[in-house]
């Protein structure tokens, strides 16, 4: 919901009260009515609200009703469709109660065409869904005008997101996002799949070419021709690893994979059962809060290799002292006795290269295996990069 008062009610300085009854002005006996006529108080049972369990929209008296109306019609889009419902026929109830049934409808169907009419003035930028035809005609859905509209979009993108391609899937989950940050939506059911969708975060590069070289070989007896573009193009990535690298090279790789996907009806084995990851799960899989999770959890050393810090940690001292020296095991050790798994994290990645080998070999002896090794260490971007190039838009 909205900092906007949802009714009058809670309209303390009667700011939107003003503005909507000098849009849809006040039936004589709404003018007439006293204060407690048209508000109530907190004496009032929760039976009187058409939203009860809130306590929004009382309907004690016909100027109540009216004017719960006015701002219910209003403020209707910040409800889910269940909840709005109800709330519209328990006003409509009352309504019939007092006699006002007409004067009612009437006054939902004016705030309702005004309401539609300002929608039409809003940018396309409140819109997740924006197509237009070749003749310029233009068709915009699942608006984003407060939280529970974005919450919506979210809701429904993540189960409709394959019947669109991957540069409009791309703009779909971004708009979400914003939207989500600005009204302070809870999408957090869908954020990890809005940021791999709006391409906010990265990958090795050797993820990138083996998911090009998968899909190849999954159509190599239908396409070879596509299969072997696909082989050539993984070949190519593997010789200019940097401009692999580059975010806006990967985001139209994306869509390049989303057309392949299509053409060769891959795109039917996104589901689990089927396998197959789409592009961008690939492709953008490292985002910044998987790599904020994984620079937690880990240590990186100047040699490449990256070591769980749940393993390190649990190294003899004495074992760090001989082969580090006792500078290093006093700087990461608690009292001395045992290793500090915040101090590793601080001053392993520090090391120079020489103390990094030898860490290494440490590790080696100890029989610690590293979670990324040096080969495919040179595929990665240094992890210290990953929290401003995750967030990065091309």
């Known amino acids: 919901m909205t900092n906007t008062p949802l009714d009058h009610t809670q309209d303390v300085s009667d700011r939107e009260t003003h503005r909507l009854t000098t849009l849809f002005p006040r039936p004589e006996f709404v003018k007439s009515a006293s204060r407690e006529r048209t508000h109530g108080d907190d004496t009032l049972p929760r039976h009187v609200y058409a939203d009860a369990h809130n306590k929004l929209y009382p309907c004690h008296s016909a100027a109540a009703t009216w004017l719960s109306a006015l701002f219910f019609t209003d403020k209707r889009a910040n409800f889910d469709e269940k909840t709005a419902a109800a709330i519209h026929d328990r006003i409509l109830a009352a309504a019939e109660y007092f006699g006002i049934f007409d004067t009612i409808v009437d006054l939902q169907e004016k705030v309702a065409a005004a309401g539609q009419t300002d929608m039409e003035k809003l940018s396309d930028d409140y819109f997740a869904i924006v197509w237009e035809s ?58 990890d799949m809005l940021n791999v969708t709006a391409a906010h975060g990265l990958c090795a590069l050797k993820v990138a070419t083996d998911m090009l070289r998968k899909r190849a070989t999954l159509v190599w007896r239908k396409n070879k021709t596509a299969a072997t573009e696909l082989f050539n193009l993984a070949d190519a990535m593997d010789k200019n690893p940097e401009n692999a690298k580059a975010h806006t090279t990967r985001v139209k790789l994306a869509a390049a994979v989303d057309e392949f996907d299509r053409v060769n009806h891959l795109n039917r084995l996104y589901s689990e059962a089927g396998g197959l990851q789409r592009p961008e799960e690939v492709l953008f899989a490292i985002t910044e809060k998987t790599a904020a999770d994984f620079m937690a959890e880990n240590v990186e050393t100047t040699t490449g290799n990256v070591y769980a810090l749940a393993d390190v940690e649990k190294l003899a001292v004495d074992d760090v002292r001989n082969w580090l020296g006792d500078d290093f095991a006093d700087a990461v050790t608690a009292g001395g006795l045992l290793l500090d798994r915040e101090k590793l994290a601080a001053i392993v990645p520090t090391l120079d290269r020489g103390m990094a080998a030898m860490f290494d070999r440490l590790m080696q002896e100890k029989k610690v295996a590293a979670v990324v090794q040096t080969k495919e260490a040179e595929s990665l ?10 967030a990065q838009k091309s």
């Open 381 to 390: 971007l240094p992890l210290t990069t990953l929290f401003s190039l995750a």
């Open 134 to 191: 070749e003749l310029g005609q233009k068709e915009r859905m699942w608006p984003l005008r407060n939280a529970t509209e974005v919450k919506f979009a979210a809701q429904h993108f993540a189960t409709y997101r394959d019947d669109f391609c991957y540069d409009d899937r791309r703009c779909i989950a971004e708009k979400i996002l914003v939207k989500s940050a600005a009204y302070g939506a809870d999408v957090s059911d869908h954020v």
